[in-house]
């Protein structure tokens, strides 16, 4: 077993993440051994807000094997840059992080939606946020700054690192946590 990122729960072995994922998705409470699904080819669901500009998006974006177009354009506005108003196509792995972090959260019984901070920047935008990297996948649509209300931001980190699908900064003090699909690193900010 692998610890939590989640602090005293007990993690399980990733397969039997994606397994539990999937289970949750289909409100299934069966044994584990009854789950034949993959967790990652279920209809792929998150829920997202922004309380700077009082948006919320609870949707499935992915199902069937491809994108499903409005709700994924819904993500994409909801993930825009709200200084310039501009939306760009989110890069669906990091959209598949956010739902990772989300089901493992809802295995576990936290079912809140993520808060969102930061998702697209414009380099215009980036470069007028003190501390902010010159070359950020915030301005390439694969980068995420979330908080979850009732999880510390390094909780949120160290489950980020967990799901291993690239770089994760814990900003504790400020009380966020950023997500991209670069390459695997982190850092404390």
Not at 2 to 19: N, V
Not at 23 to 49: K, N, Y
Not at 90 to 110: A, E, K, S
Request: overall charge positive; some cysteine.
């Amino acid at each position: 077993m692998l610890e939590s990122p989640l602090g005293d729960l007990i993690a399980p072995s990733r397969r039997r993440f994606l397994q539990l994922g999937a289970s949750v998705l289909a409100g299934a409470a069966l044994p584990v051994a009854a789950w034949s699904a993959d967790f990652w080819s279920q209809p792929r669901e998150i829920w997202l807000t922004r309380p700077a500009t009082g948006e919320t998006v609870k949707t499935v974006y992915w199902a069937n094997g491809e994108l499903v177009a409005p709700n994924y354009i819904a993500l994409c506005r909801l993930l825009r840059d709200t200084h310039l108003n501009i939306a760009v196509q989110m890069d669906p792995v990091t959209l598949d992080i956010l739902r990772g972090v989300y089901g493992w959260l809802r295995y576990f019984g936290i079912d809140r939606p993520l808060v969102v901070l930061s998702g697209y920047r414009h380099p215009r935008t980036n470069a007028n946020i003190e501390g902010a990297a010159l070359r950020s996948l915030h301005m390439l649509g694969q980068a995420v700054d979330i908080a979850i209300e009732g999880v510390s931001s390094t909780q949120v980190g160290r489950l980020g690192q967990y799901l291993s699908a690239g770089g994760v900064g814990f900003y504790p003090t400020r009380n966020f946590t950023h997500l991209d699909r670069g390459r695997l690193r982190s850092w404390t900010g």
